[in-house]
């Protein structure tokens, strides 16, 4: 098999995949956020990049969804390419929602959303072996990452109360990282 490069390595999902892959003895590498990988053979890439305060880091966001991403279609080269998007492109869709089901994006409300869809047309466009994968609500160990299930157990713990911001009628599905860390490259 060849080298794995997990973009993203440091953040919550990117260095789970990479214990798990070192438990596996595969032969990785895990590139820093301003590393320089024009012309390089990176072999299976699996892109966990991403920012989760995108509010406060819009033009980050931006970066890590899609001008990265960019960069590497254009000057590096690979075997394959495992994109991890997040089903939040769905927001505005109608329920149940389907991958072929049109995503309404409204500029200036849904910069995470649509920076994800724009890295996911980005990979399917422009890659025969690249692929996107929609992840539902991450959850896992770390009660320090700015994903959703975190940030309600930290609420609880900090207030002893919980306060969801969201209406009655809505759902969300979960996956826990360790279920994503399994799928195959």
Known sequence: MNTITVLGADGFIGSHLVRRIEALGLDHRAPRRDEDLRGRDLGIVVDCAGVTDFRERPLDAVEAHVCRL????????????????????????????????????????DLYSMSKAMGESLVLSCHPRGRVVRLASVYGPDLRSQLFVASVLREVVATGELTLRTAPESSRDYVSVYDVVECPM
Do not use: I, K, M, N
């Open 70 to 109: 960019e960069r590497l279609l254009r000057e590096s080269r690979f075997e394959s390419l495992t994109y991890l998007s997040t089903l939040g492109v769905y927001r505005r869709a109608g329920a149940p929602a389907r991958e072929d089901d049109p995503l309404p994006l409204l500029p200036g409300s």
